[in-house]
T-cell receptor, first 111, second 113 residues
Framework: SQTIHQWPATLVQPVGSPLSLECTVE??????LYWYRQAAGRGLQLLFY??????ISSEVPQNLSASRPQDRQFILSSKKLLLSDSGFYLC??????????FGSGTQLSVL | DQQVKQNSPSLSVQEGRISILNCDYT??????FLWYKKYPAEGPTFLIS?????DKNEDGRFTVFLNKSAKHLSLHIVPSQPGDSAVYFC????????????FGKGTRLSVIA
């Protein structure tokens, strides 16, 4: 069966520090991969998605970036975090036309 | 421009009664619709979906209704239980291709015992 792993579960980082969140999927090949963010009291905002290795589509201009170095690995990064980057980050995967499966999320607090 | 709208940010229902959560969409290309349930500090979990070739899909206590002409769908939970208290997200996409799901902003359901 397919599983998705996302870590860490919580993260507290100072403003200006770098960020790296990692997500891996098991039990499937060539999934579409996604990074979403839920800011406090708000909905699910799509940040990035990838349909294949090295292919990244950005939905929102910001100081975050994403990379897909392997088929089932998706990384969210920042060189310098802002206060506004605080939120609940979710990795997700799906195969074309099917439902989306989410990871357990990372609560990021930028102080 | 919000393509998927959940106009009620919150809803309170008594245990045992029916919960009705509503969702409207604007993109006529959408033909696959899903509902997700989210507890605090957890990832959303899939609840139920419906394709545009249907107008109703039922799974236990959960039923989703789709009105394509009105571009409206609703999720009915009956009977509502305290464990149903969560944020519910409506999502939509074209059924083919790699277009990401578009989510509404969510409705927080509180089921009161």
């Amino acid at each position: 069966s397919q599983t998705i792993h996302q870590w860490p579960a919580t993260l507290v980082q100072p403003v200006g520090s770098p960020l790296s969140l990692e997500c891996t999927v098991e039990g499937t090949s060539n999934p579409n991969l996604y990074w979403y963010r839920q800011a406090a009291g708000r909905g699910l905002q799509l940040l990035f998605y990838s349909v294949g290795i090295g292919q990244i589509s950005s939905e929102v201009p910001q100081n975050l970036s994403a990379s897909r170095p392997q088929d089932r690995q998706f990384i969210l990064s920042s060189k310098k975090l802002l206060l506004s980057d605080s939120g609940f980050y979710l990795c997700a995967w799906r195969t074309t036309g099917e439902k989306l499966f989410f990871g357990s999320g990372t609560q990021l607090s930028v102080l | 421009d919000q393509q998927v709208k959940q106009n009620s940010p919150s809803l309170s229902v008594q245990e045992g009664r029916i919960s009705i959560l509503n969702c409207d969409y604007t993109n006529s290309m959408f033909d696959y619709f899903l509902w997700y349930k989210k507890y605090p500090a957890e990832g959303p979990t899939f609840l139920i979906s419906i394709s545009s070739i249907k107008d109703k899909n039922e799974d236990g206590r959960f039923t989703v209704f789709l009105n394509k002409s009105a571009k409206h769908l609703s999720l009915h939970i009956v009977p509502s239980q305290p464990g149903d208290s969560a944020v519910y997200f409506c999502a939509a996409s074209p059924n083919s291709g790699n277009t990401p799901l578009v989510f509404g902003k969510g409705t927080r359901l509180s089921v009161i015992a």
